[in-house]
């Protein structure tokens, strides 16, 4: 699977931690060129020093990805450092509002719009307009069982996830002709400054866990080598499709 990433340029947004940082590391390690994308430098340019100690190839840009001219400047970066953009993992997003639907604010829905859908439709833009100037490419978006199902704390995150969910599959349909393919994971409970808070207490960890079939937190390793695939030619007959990594969540 790997042999077909050798060589090609791979553009992870988020890549300072958690998913997007595990899958940063884990297309260096295949052979791909690599951008890490994020807006904490420090933390950013650690990914990238990871990639190099292992013998990749990697540049970091900083950017907001709810930003037009920072996710341009960020397409065109990517350009100008390695040729091309071959593959693209749409994974920044952070924050999480919850309460009642009708207590919620006009900026409380602003925010979660532009973190978790808004931040995904301009990479998306960008990188679309990149790849139609080349023979296609690969692009997975990352949503969550949130964009499966109703999470009724919530509610916000959860529309703005299935959100990407729906973006992903207009998206396969509009560009399937061009060579470009677009997926979408959708992870469940999985190790990352997110969830950290989740993991270190011991019952609300032992409630979740008794909600999936495999009674443990994820890993980004684990999302991480679904992206590869979804990137890879063994994956060349795979658009529009939306994966679930979640232990069994939602079964």
């Given at each position: 699977?790997?042999?077909?990433?050798?060589?090609?340029?791979?553009?992870v947004t988020?890549?300072?931690?958690?998913?997007?940082?595990?899958?940063?590391?884990?297309?260096?390690?295949?052979?791909?060129?690599?951008?890490?994308a994020?807006?904490?430098q420090?933390?950013?340019?650690?990914?990238?020093?990871?990639?190099?100690?292992?013998?990749?190839?990697?540049?970091?840009i900083?950017?907001?990805?709810?930003?037009?001219?920072?996710?341009?400047?960020?397409?065109?970066g990517?350009?100008?450092?390695?040729?091309r953009?071959?593959?693209?993992?749409?994974?920044?997003?952070g924050?999480r509002?919850?309460?009642?639907?009708?207590?919620?604010?006009?900026?409380?829905?602003?925010?979660?719009a532009?973190?978790?859908?808004?931040s995904?439709?301009?990479?998306?833009?960008?990188?679309?307009?990149?790849?139609?100037k080349?023979?296609?490419?690969?692009?997975?978006?990352?949503s969550?069982?949130?964009g499966?199902?109703?999470?009724?704390?919530?509610?916000?995150?959860?529309?703005?996830k299935?959100?990407?969910?729906?973006?992903?599959?207009?998206?396969?349909?509009?560009?399937?002709?061009?060579?470009?393919?677009?997926?979408?994971v959708?992870?469940?409970?999985i190790?990352?400054?997110?969830?950290?808070?989740?993991?270190?207490?011991?019952?609300?960890?032992?409630?979740?866990?008794?909600?999936?079939?495999?009674k443990?937190?994820?890993?980004?390793?684990?999302?991480?080598?679904?992206?590869?695939?979804?990137?890879?030619?063994?994956?060349?007959?795979?658009?529009?499709?939306?994966f679930?990594?979640?232990?069994?969540?939602?079964?």
């Open positions: 699977m790997t042999d077909s990433l050798k060589g090609k340029v791979a553009l988020g890549a300072s931690s958690g998913i997007g940082k595990a899958t940063a590391i884990a297309f260096g390690a295949a052979g791909a060129k690599v951008v890490v994020a807006r904490r420090p933390e950013g340019e650690a990914t990238v020093n990871t990639i190099r100690d292992a013998g990749g190839e990697a540049v970091f900083q950017t907001d990805v709810i930003q037009p001219d920072q996710v341009e400047a960020m397409v065109k990517t350009v100008n450092e390695f040729g953009l071959d593959f693209a993992f749409n994974n920044a997003g924050g509002v919850t309460g009642r639907l009708h207590e919620l604010s006009i900026e409380d829905w602003d925010l979660m532009e973190a978790y859908l808004r995904v439709w301009l990479c998306m833009k960008f990188e679309i307009a990149q790849m139609l080349q023979d296609g490419g690969a692009i997975v978006n990352n969550s069982v949130a499966l199902k109703g999470v009724g704390g919530s509610p916000l995150y959860s529309t703005m299935h959100g990407v969910v729906g973006l992903t599959k207009s998206a396969a349909l509009q560009y399937g002709d061009d060579g470009i393919r677009v997926n979408v959708c992870p469940g409970w190790d990352t400054e997110m969830t950290a808070d989740w993991k270190h207490d011991p019952e609300r960890s032992a409630r979740l866990h008794s909600m999936q079939a495999i443990r937190h994820g890993e980004g390793d684990e999302i991480a080598g679904l992206i590869l695939w979804l990137c890879s030619d063994s994956a060349s007959f795979t658009t529009g499709a939306t679930v990594v979640d232990g069994g969540l939602l079964a």
